[in-house]
Nanobody
Framework: VQLQASGGGLVQAGDSLRLSCAGS????????MGWFRQAPGKEREFLVA????????YYSDSVKGRFTISRDTGENTVYLQMNSLKPEDTAVYYC???????????????????WGQGTQVTVSS
């Protein structure tokens, strides 16, 4: 069972990127899917979650209005569309999957059972 994150790269401020998180080994269509990021010297930061059963999404204030999470059930893949990127968005981005739905839990690493390996996003000014 594995999550594979991809799509990172070097972009300029104001550009867009779409990250992908492909699942393998089992379907993740019934999982709560989350995206986190970790900048050098900082703790891992919650960004967004899509609740299991596609019952809703929750965005952190830092990305609300700029980032969008989506899911392609047939491809067993979750996406993170990132627009209007800023230099402070520079980080390693991680996807995660789990069964929890409690708001306080899905914003924390402990709320997830599976993690992708991370993909680097670098935004230059």
């Amino acid at each position: 069972v594995q999550l594979q994150a991809s799509g990172g790269g070097l972009v300029q401020a104001g550009d867009s990127l779409r990250l992908s998180c492909a699942g393998s080994g089992r379907t993740f269509s019934r999982d709560t899917m989350g995206w986190f990021r970790q900048a050098p010297g900082k703790e891992r930061e919650f960004l967004v979650a899509m609740f299991r059963g596609n019952t809703g999404t929750y965005y952190s204030d830092s990305v609300k209005g700029r980032f969008t999470i989506s899911r392609d059930t047939g491809e067993n893949t979750v996406y993170l569309q990132m627009n209007s990127l800023k230099p402070e968005d520079t980080a390693v981005y991680y996807c995660a999957a789990g069964q929890r739905t409690i708001m306080s839990t899905i914003q924390r690493e402990i709320g997830y059972d599976y993690w992708g390996q991370g993909t680097q996003v670098t935004v230059s000014s």
